[in-house]
């Protein structure tokens, strides 16, 4: 699993392996005592074999040295939008804090809804902050184009969203993938969820 930061140039990355974009709130230099939710996705999407059985790109928006977020950057949103658009799934965790309030989330997150909503999957802690509104807006929009939102739900468990990003990742990757290999990273993720304990949170849908 090759995990891409700011330090990659654009044209470094290949999109030609299969890509998940991390999307959501980051933490900056000048918030010491915040922890990157980043780190525990990536943690998952390792555990569950992503880029085992072929070559896998989990695109990080954020520096090695988190300190340099604090520097301004004009390179950075233009670097952030060519991984939104190449890439093949956006997962958008919002853990939204009075502290971490994210605030480019909420518009990168309207602009794909309305571009490539399918390439996305959304979902939050049940107690962030202040996320009616793009609850309702992602609600909303399935709605008006499916009359329902069972099959597009919300969810409150990162794991259950990098499940839920593996799961779109296969249809969406265009390159041939021996059938064995799905089976193979299929289970390997099932089994790994049964086990956990923290796997108990369902999506706000099921709720």
């Not at 962030?128 to 793009?134: E, H, K, V």
């Not at 990098?162 to 779109?168: G, I, N, R």
């Not at 021996?178 to 369902?202: G, H, I, P, V």
Request: overall charge negative.
């Amino acid at each position: 699993m090759n995990e891409i930061r700011y330090e990659t140039p654009c044209e470094d990355i290949d999109f030609g392996a299969a890509t998940i974009f991390l999307a959501g709130p980051t933490v900056r230099g000048n918030q010491p005592h915040l922890t990157s939710w980043r780190n525990e996705a990536i943690k998952l999407f390792r555990e569950s074999g992503f880029g085992s059985y072929f070559v896998g790109n989990l695109i990080i928006p954020e520096f090695t040295d988190s300190r340099a977020s604090d520097q301004l950057r004009y390179d950075l949103p233009l670097w952030e939008f060519h991984g939104l658009k190449n890439c093949h799934v956006i997962l958008f965790w919002v853990p939204r804090t009075k502290e971490l309030i994210g605030l480019t989330t909420n518009h990168e997150h309207g602009y794909w809804m309305a571009r490539d909503r399918d390439k996305m999957v959304y979902g939050h802690p049940k107690d962030a902050y202040r996320m009616s509104y793009l609850d309702i807006m992602w609600i909303e929009t399935y709605k008006e184009s499916f009359g329902d939102n069972a099959g597009d739900p919300i969810y409150t468990s990162l794991e259950k969203a990098v499940k839920a990003s593996l799961d779109k990742l296969i249809p969406r990757y265009q390159i041939p993938m021996e059938a064995e290999m799905r089976r193979q990273l299929s289970c390997r993720y099932n089994k790994n969820e049964s086990s956990s304990s923290t796997s108990t949170e369902s999506a706000s849908s099921e709720d």
